[in-house]
């Protein structure tokens, strides 16, 4: 599928074929469905980026079916630009898809100086909720999350924020991320006792970082009804072919050492990534592709979170949708690897 062109005004005009070939999974026990793969805009759509291409980069998302758009309160760089720049885009491109769209923000990890910007305290959830309001230019997102469990915040109070979002009418469901099992299984039951049920799980989860396997998160969201869905499934693209041969310039891990430094990418990982890429050749995918169907494969995951610096990493990564099935030896296999 070709994205469609804008009509003679300039306007953008959304493909008509757009839901025809995305997979889409329900959510949970929810209402909800969501796309496979979603698009989060943790980078590329900072004040530091070019603008742009990430309007390109949204369009040609939902030219492919992808509905869901992940930010968070601090997306950047600088903190909140992010947020800016999609309501920008949303009100010149989306603004008569927005039903067609779930839009969700977090808030939890440092957003503003002193003690009331960051973690999970009521007055920080909510203030943080409508500012990301104010950016975007939203009357409400779809999911709200807890970007973060917070040692020193009750419980309590940081899931009765989240269900004081919903009952405002500021979101529509809320969200957790990087929670543990049980801090899991205890939010779950706060917002089931408030009334307002936890949609989603938001982890790290990819092929070099499987934590949600052996803490048992998974069993316990598909346990509460809670829908899943996993960020850096490419392991921030360690699990693409661009560090096969070294250190490209214009990597991540080279231009930006924040999320992705030089001496995570060990020469134990490299020799996995090496071989998991022989299995992707002789399935006929690339590499993502391959890291992006084995989390898939998985029922207890809804959708994958991916990124893009540019159009044709989307249309890489959905093309992972078109062989999500493994054979029992791709499986033995591919376990004797990463275990």
Known sequence: MKTHDPNETGVYVANPQRYDEMVYRRCGQSGILLPAISMG????????????????????????????????????????????????????????????????????????????????????????????????GLDYVDIFYSHRPDPYTPLEETMGALHSAVQQGKALYAGISQYKSVESAKASAILKSLGTPLLIHQPRYSMLDRWVEEDGLLDILENEGVGSIAFSPLAQGVLTNRYLNGFP???????????????????????????????????????????????????????????????????????????????????????????
């Open 41 to 136: 805009l943790w980078h590329n759509f900072g004040h530091v980026d070019n603008q742009e291409n990430g309007r390109n980069i949204l369009k040609a998302c939902f030219d492919y079916g992808i509905t869901h758009f992940d930010l968070a309160n601090n997306y950047g760089p600088p903190f909140g630009s992010a947020e800016e720049n999609f309501g920008r885009i949303l009100k010149r491109d989306f603004k008569s898809y927005r039903d067609e769209l779930i839009i969700s923000t977090k808030a939890g990890w440092d957003m503003w100086p002193g003690p009331y910007g960051n973690f999970g305290s009521r007055k920080y959830l909510l203030a943080s909720l409508d500012q990301s309001l104010q950016r975007m």
């Open 249 to 339: 310039e214009d990597s991540r891990a080279v231009k930006d050492g924040r999320y992705l430094k030089t001496e995570q990418i060990t020469l134990e990982n490299l020799e996995k990534v090496k071989a998991l890429n022989e299995i992707a050749l002789q399935r006929g995918q690339s590499l993502a592709q391959m890291a992006i169907a084995w989390i898939l494969v998985d029922s207890r995951i809804t959708s994958v979170l991916i990124g893009a610096s540019k159009v044709s990493q989307i249309e890489d990564n959905i093309a992972a949708l078109k062989k999500l099935e493994f054979t029992e030896e791709e499986k033995k296999a591919i376990k004797k690897i990463i275990h």
